[in-house]
């Protein structure tokens, strides 16, 4: 007969890791939900505007089509000045190959462009 003994294990590596896996997501859903808050507040929406959106999307629907609006154009009117701002480090950046390009053909004598 054996004598050794059989003994429940404390918890399973997968109910730990899923534990950690919910406070991870707790603590980054709440993280998200604080840096949006801060960033509406920043942009005179209020601080408690994207909590407001999230309720009347679910609860007060008539409110929910106005707020949507206004974040609508705070929004757009940021994705404009990104996308010009985009542009303008394009067209700097090549701007910056034509000009490196150039030095380096002329340092090697391969460029046939009139010297100015």
């Keep these: ?3 050794a003994v059989l003994t429940r294990p404390r918890a399973s ?3 730990r890791l899923a534990g950690y896996g ?11 939900a604080l840096w949006q808050m801060i960033e509406s507040a920043a942009t005179s929406n209020g601080f408690w505007t994207p909590l407001n ?10 409110q929910a089509s106005m707020i949507e609006r206004e974040m609508e154009r705070v929004f757009l009117a940021a994705a404009k000045e990104v996308a010009l701002a985009r542009d ?3 067209r700097a950046d090549d701007a910056l190959w034509n000009l490196e390009q ?7 004598g ?3 462009s009139p010297q100015p």
């Design 88 to 90: 303008q480090i394009r």
């Design 102 to 108: 150039t030095r380096w053909l002329r340092s090697n």
């Design 110 to 112: 391969k460029d046939h």
């Design 22 to 32: 919910a406070l991870a997501g707790l603590a980054g859903g709440v993280g998200m």
């Design 1 to 3: 007969m054996s004598q």
């Design 53 to 62: 959106l999230c309720m009347a999307s679910f609860v007060w629907r008539g």
């Design 13 to 15: 590596a997968v109910e």
